[in-house]
Nanobody, 120 residues
Framework: QVQLVESGGGSVQAGGSLRLSCAAS????????MGWYRQAPGKQRELVAE???????NYADSVKGRFTISRDNAKNTVYLQMNSLKPEDTAVYYC??????????????WGQGTQVTVSS
C-alpha cells in the first residue's frame, strides 16, 4: 500500500510565503511524475505544478514566477515553495504521485489535502 502525507499549509497574509511538503511511503519501487493540485470552494480541482523524476517542471500560468516545485527522490518527497501569495491562491492543495509499487502495480495516488488561506 502507498500513502501520501502532506504538511505545511496554513494561513498567511498576501505577499507572504508557505512551503508545502508531501512524503510518499509504503511499498514503493519508483515514482514517476509528482505534482500539486488545488481546489477552491465551488471550483474544479486544477493543476498547480508538476515535476518529472528527472526534474522537468510544468506550472500553471497563474503561479509562474511565484511558485517553485522540487522533489527529493531519495526521500520520495515533493515540495511546493509558494511566494508572493495572493488571496486567489486560497484553496485546498493536494499532492499527486504516479507510483510503481514493488508488486509492479502502478497507480496514481492523492494526498489528503492541506488548506492554504491567504488574506488580503
Amino acid at each position: 500500500q502507498v500513502q501520501l502525507v502532506e504538511s505545511g499549509g496554513g494561513s498567511v497574509q498576501a505577499g507572504g510565503s508557505l512551503r508545502l511538503s508531501c512524503a510518499a511511503s509504503g511499498t514503493i519501487f519508483s515514482i514517476n511524475n509528482m505534482g500539486w493540485y488545488r481546489q477552491a470552494p465551488g471550483k474544479q480541482r486544477e493543476l498547480v505544478a508538476e515535476i518529472t523524476r528527472g526534474g522537468s517542471t510544468n506550472y500553471a500560468d497563474s503561479v509562474k514566477g511565484r511558485f517553485t516545485i522540487s522533489r527529493d527522490n531519495a526521500k520520495n518527497t515533493v515540495y511546493l515553495q509558494m511566494n508572493s501569495l495572493k488571496p486567489e491562491d486560497t484553496a485546498v492543495y493536494y499532492c499527486n504521485a504516479d507510483i510503481i509499487q514493488k508488486s509492479w502495480s502502478r497507480s496514481v495516488n492523492w494526498g489528503q489535502g492541506t488548506q492554504v488561506t491567504v488574506s488580503s
